[in-house]
């Protein structure tokens, strides 16, 4: 039972334009989400994060977007670089004796063409 | 600091081979994990600790075993290594609270023949 769905396994983009990844998730405990970006051959680095007391947060180009009505979160790389090609991984966690324990979902790749 | 260590970076396993990844931190973080990367799948967890002799099962615990006798040190054991676990594991830590990212390993590519 995948908690945290990444549906789209590859996004192409044009360099300039916005990039929009998306995130579903099932758990309504979880009220906290974090965006990771990985390259290959390497371990996956934070990118930006989001509590669900906020539905946007924002960071240079990177902007995540939450809507807890509907279990979705959004990242916006708003203009796209060719250095921002990557994986994407959404991850989610929950307060209380789970704030240790954070899922993935299954990765967007993402490649931003010049 | 080094960050989070993991070796070995590479490992060949005979089916039914037991062997041991080792994982360490130097930033004194309270939470450890361990993940692992296969194509489609993207990170699945495969045990936690949230302080030196606490651990928890994550989403794919079976096959693999964990102990946390020191802060530092989470190692991740393979009792009888099967095909199945052929995968990229990477171990991550974090200071304890959900509002910290992890810090992640550079990983430990596994196969197992």
């Known amino acids: 039972d995948q908690q945290v769905k990444q549906n789209s396994p590859s996004l192409s983009v044009q360099e300039g334009r916005i990039s929009i990844l998306n995130c579903d998730y099932t758990?309504?405990?979880?009220?906290?989400f974090l965006w990771y970006k990985k390259y290959p051959a390497e371990g996956p680095t934070f990118l930006i994060s989001?509590?669900?007391?906020?539905d946007k947060n924002e960071d240079g180009r990177f902007t995540v977007f939450l809507n807890k009505s509907a279990k979705h979160l959004s990242l916006h790389i708003v203009p796209s670089q060719p250095g921002d090609s990557a994986v994407y991984f959404c991850a989610a966690s929950q307060s209380g004796n789970q704030g240790g324990k954070l899922i993935f979902g299954q990765g967007t790749e993402l490649s931003v063409k010049p | 600091n080094a960050g989070v260590t993991q070796t070995p970076k590479f490992q060949v396993l005979k089916t039914g081979q037991s062997m041991t990844l080792q994982c360490a931190q130097d930033?004194?973080?309270?939470?450890m994990s361990w993940y692992r990367q296969d194509p489609g799948m993207g990170l699945r967890l495969i045990h936690y600790?949230?302080?030196?002799?606490?651990?928890d099962q994550g989403e794919v615990p079976n096959g693999y075993n964990v102990s946390r006798s020191t802060t530092e040190d989470f190692p991740l054991r393979l009792l009888s290594a099967a095909p199945s676990q052929t995968s990229v594991y990477f171990c991550?830590?974090?200071?304890?609270?959900?509002?910290?990212?992890?810090?992640f390993g550079s990983g430990t590519r596994l196969t197992v023949v």
């Open positions: 600790s949230v302080g030196a002799g606490i651990t």
């Open positions: 758990n309504s405990m979880f009220d906290y």
């Open positions: 989001i509590s669900s007391i906020k």
């Open positions: 930033m004194n973080h309270e939470y």
């Open positions: 991550a830590s974090s200071p304890a609270g959900q509002y910290y990212g992890y810090t």
